[in-house]
């Protein structure tokens, strides 16, 4: 937006300061003025000779008083003035160096706290968060590009195989070629599922989290069944807000991550939902091989699997609890991951309720 130029604050600071002083200092000479001339004078002895002011010899006084508190109350004004906006200063610099793309930089401003110095906690909260953003989409874009270049090299390298070696199995290859297509598309829809997730460009509905738990585990029953995984539900109607796709996709990464990240055999999983004041809540706890809290701090990572988990044939495309925390952000939801001390993870989504 095109702004005329004008003063700028420390200026227009100083003259109201002087502009003060003044105003205030004509009030003092006038009622100085009114008390000697028109007051009446009880108890005061004059002496000889003497007489009242006239206003040819209170003008030059005045005139001198005024011009030294003009004088200092420009001078003193710009000091003071200065000494207030010097905070502002580093505010502003910060800023130019945040537009400029630079997020590295804090004020740090020290002292105690007043609106300058909160006003500067604030601007380096905000810095912190996107330099964490921004590092996090880098990284989210390597790994990206990495997982989809490798189904790629893939089928290249099948497709390279085949037209060299004339014997080659076409069936063999054409199942492996599929495994790996399937791959990549699934990778295709669980970034754009992300995206729609990060951009909240959804339609929110009156949803119940309980019948959306219920449908996942109908739906990966025999895949938990291949797993020798029992799946137990229970719990409560969990009214919420939000997109019935959306919140189904999260229940069910939940649902198929605690299925393949389990034990080898007799491994378990319990679903659950329930209602607590203003919120509704899905917990998902699986039984597994003990982790760390470093591990679990990495799990919402895109294309973070967990190195320490037990991996089955089903190793997924790495998205699946990133999937689940986009969505709970997208829905003003919190997600929670906590080791359990036999083993295995609990996780714990809470969104607001439905009015």
Do not use: C
Request: cysteine-free; aromatic content about 6%; overall charge neutral.
């Amino acid at each position: 937006m095109d702004r005329r130029p004008g003063l700028n604050v420390r200026l227009r600071l100083t003259l109201s300061y002087a502009g003060f002083l003044m105003v205030a200092g004509a009030l003092m000479l006038i009622a100085g003025w009114f008390f000697l001339t028109r007051v009446r004078h009880v108890g005061l002895i004059f002496l000889p000779g003497y007489s009242l002011p006239v206003a040819r010899d209170f003008a030059p006084m005045a005139a001198l008083t005024m011009l030294f508190l003009l004088v200092f109350g420009l001078a003193g004004g710009w000091f003071l003035a200065g000494r207030m906006l010097a905070p502002l200063d580093r505010i502003t610099h910060a800023a130019r160096m945040a537009a400029n793309g630079s997020f590295s930089h804090r004020i740090e401003l020290a002292g105690r706290k007043d609106e300058f110095r909160e006003l500067a906690d604030v601007f380096d909260t905000m810095l912190v968060r996107i330099e964490a953003h921004i590092a996090e989409q880098q990284r989210f874009a390597a790994n990206a590009s990495h997982e989809l270049r490798t189904p790629l090299a893939i089928s290249k390298s099948l497709l390279d195989v085949a037209r060299t070696d004339p014997d080659q199995d076409l069936g063999e290859l054409v199942e492996r070629l599929h495994t790996v297509n399937t791959r990549a598309i699934d990778l295709t829809e669980a970034l754009l599922l992300l995206s729609r997730a990060e951009r909240r460009s959804f339609t929110r509905e009156r949803v119940d989290l309980s019948l959306m738990a219920e449908e996942a585990t109908e739906t990966l029953l025999p895949l938990a069944e291949k797993h020798g995984v029992t799946l137990e539900t229970s719990g409560d109607i969990a009214p919420t807000a939000g997109s019935p796709a959306l919140l189904l996709h999260l229940a069910t990464n939940l649902v198929q991550n605690a299925i393949v990240h389990n034990l080898p055999e007799g491994g378990g999983i319990r679903v659950h939902t329930g209602v607590r004041p203003g919120t509704v809540v899905l917990t998902v706890e699986n039984t597994g091989v003990r982790l760390t809290p470093e591990v679990v701090a990495t799990l919402t990572e895109p294309f973070q699997r967990g190195t320490e988990r037990v991996h089955t044939g089903h190793a997924g495309v790495g998205l699946g609890l990133a999937l689940v925390a986009s969505i709970t952000r997208a829905h003003e939801g919190t997600l929670t991951l906590t080791p359990r001390e036999a083993g295995g993870l609990r996780v714990t989504v809470e969104l607001p309720a439905a009015a």
